[in-house]
């Protein structure tokens, strides 16, 4: 039976051989991958079903790839696979929880550009004057921690047996698994602050039809496994690995030192630190200088009202009924007079 089996794929095989090449197809589903589609501004189409999606972007977004680790080197080298970026950057827009700025080698384009303007060579009113460039809120840095073929497979736990499983023997030795483990970390560029990160995973299994033939009848030739690119699996790990980002941007919720300002001073005393219980909130929150007499409208004082947690509602300009209460709680807090009008004493607390 296994002879017969052998023959039957050795058979096929030939009849294969003889098949002239088919033409190129646009968009075949074989040669895809986790990240499918397109994105144009807040639209996208074809895209992954498992893909997550934000209804509002949560800022703008810069990705900072290193290529000078030791994970980026080997990654180009054994797979000959390209920068991690342009998959991301897709997945990101399609995604619309943020909006991609270039920082990478286009930057590179866009400063000819302006170059040109400023040699005079460019048209009139060609328009790449200073001031229209976005700001990155966020930086994205990916990278790959597992990236291996042959990782596991059932020839090893079946090799004791040798030749007395047949085909079944073969067909276990010619099973193996490719792995991919990734992680994103996403950093504020303002404060340097991390505020997410996420690992991500994927895993495949490839079949050697030639370990079948070989295994069972001592055919040889038509061995090779039907290896799905490393690429495909490290993009499975970075969509995994992005929408988990998305999961944390969902359900965000910052980090607080509570009494104390943040990167003043940690709770870990150290002897002989000049600050080691860290300033207090509001000592560490420089505030501009303020004139003696300070002026402001009732709807400022309403939006610095419920920024201080004096719950006032929405600004709305009126001393209403839950704005003279707040106003009133306010100046008890400062100890000063309560008459629940925006007096001058009052607009001074308010501003420091």
């Given at each position: 039976?296994?002879?017969?089996?052998?023959?039957?794929?050795?058979?096929?095989?030939?009849?294969?051989?003889?098949?002239?090449a088919?033409?190129?197809?646009?968009?075949?589903?074989?040669?895809?991958?986790?990240?499918?589609g397109?994105?144009?501004?807040?639209?996208a189409?074809?895209?992954?079903?498992?893909?997550?999606?934000?209804?509002?972007?949560?800022?703008?977004?810069?990705?900072?790839?290193?290529?000078?680790?030791?994970w980026?080197?080997?990654?180009?080298?054994?797979y000959?696979?390209?920068?991690?970026?342009?998959?991301?950057?897709l997945?990101?827009?399609?995604?619309?929880?943020?909006?991609?700025?270039?920082?990478?080698?286009?930057?590179?384009?866009?400063?000819?550009?302006?170059?040109?303007?400023?040699?005079?060579?460019?048209?009139?009113?060609?328009?790449?004057?200073?001031?229209?460039?976005?700001?990155?809120?966020?930086?994205l840095?990916?990278?790959v921690l597992?990236?291996?073929?042959?990782?596991?497979?059932?020839?090893?736990?079946?090799?004791?047996?040798?030749?007395?499983?047949g085909?079944?023997?073969?067909?276990?030795?010619?099973?193996?698994?490719?792995?991919?483990?990734?992680?994103?970390?996403?950093?504020?560029?303002?404060?340097?602050?991390?505020?997410?990160?996420?690992?991500?995973?994927?895993?495949?299994?490839?079949?050697?039809?030639?370990?079948?033939?070989?295994?069972?009848?001592g055919?040889?030739?038509?061995?090779?496994?039907?290896?799905?690119?490393?690429?495909?699996?490290?993009t499975?790990?970075?969509?995994?690995?992005?929408?988990?980002?998305i999961?944390a941007?969902?359900?965000?919720?910052?980090q607080?030192?509570?009494?104390?300002?943040?990167?003043?001073?940690?709770?870990?005393?150290?002897?002989?630190?000049?600050?080691?219980?860290?300033?207090?909130?509001?000592?560490?929150?420089?505030?501009p200088?303020?004139?003696?007499?300070?002026?402001m409208?009732?709807?400022?004082?309403?939006?610095?009202?419920?920024?201080?947690?004096?719950?006032?509602?929405?600004?709305?300009?009126?001393?209403?009924?839950?704005?003279?209460?707040?106003?009133?709680?306010?100046?008890?807090?400062?100890?000063?007079?309560?008459?629940?009008?925006?007096?001058?004493?009052?607009?001074?607390?308010?501003?420091?």
């Amino acid at each position: 039976m296994s002879r017969i089996l052998a023959l039957g794929l050795a058979s096929a095989l030939v009849a294969l051989a003889g098949c002239e090449a088919t033409q190129p197809k646009l968009g075949t589903d074989s040669a895809k991958t986790a990240a499918t589609g397109a994105a144009g501004g807040a639209a996208a189409q074809n895209v992954n079903a498992k893909l997550g999606r934000c209804d509002k972007p949560a800022g703008t977004i810069a990705l900072v790839e290193d290529t000078g680790l030791d994970w980026y080197r080997a990654f180009m080298d054994k797979y000959r696979l390209g920068s991690t970026t342009p998959v991301l950057r897709l997945l990101i827009q399609q995604s619309n929880c943020f909006i991609v700025v270039e920082r990478g080698r286009a930057m590179a384009n866009m400063q000819q550009e302006r170059a040109l303007q400023n040699s005079g060579e460019m048209r009139q009113n060609s328009n790449f004057g200073k001031g229209q460039m976005v700001a990155a809120d966020y930086s994205l840095t990916p990278e790959v921690l597992i990236s291996a073929r042959g990782t596991s497979g059932m020839g090893a736990a079946l090799g004791g047996f040798g030749g007395r499983l047949g085909v079944l023997g073969a067909l276990a030795g010619g099973i193996q698994t490719n792995e991919s483990a990734v992680m994103l970390t996403l950093v504020d560029n303002r404060s340097g602050v991390q505020v997410a990160a996420a690992e991500g995973s994927s895993s495949n299994t490839d079949f050697n039809l030639g370990a079948v033939l070989v295994g069972s009848s001592g055919f040889g030739g038509a061995g090779g496994y039907t290896s799905t690119p490393q690429g495909k699996v490290v993009t499975a790990a970075f969509t995994d690995a992005y929408n988990n980002i998305i999961g944390a941007v969902k359900n965000y919720s910052p980090q607080s030192m509570g009494d104390r300002g943040m990167g003043t001073g940690g709770r870990l005393a150290v002897e002989g630190a000049s600050q080691p219980n860290g300033a207090s909130v509001q000592s560490s929150q420089a505030a501009p200088p303020q004139s003696a007499n300070a002026n402001m409208s009732i709807r400022d004082a309403q939006v610095k009202l419920n920024s201080l947690g004096y719950a006032v509602g929405t600004p709305d300009g009126q001393l209403g009924k839950n704005s003279v209460a707040q106003l009133r709680a306010f100046q008890r807090d400062r100890r000063v007079t309560v008459s629940g009008q925006l007096d001058q004493a009052t607009m001074n607390e308010l501003a420091k």
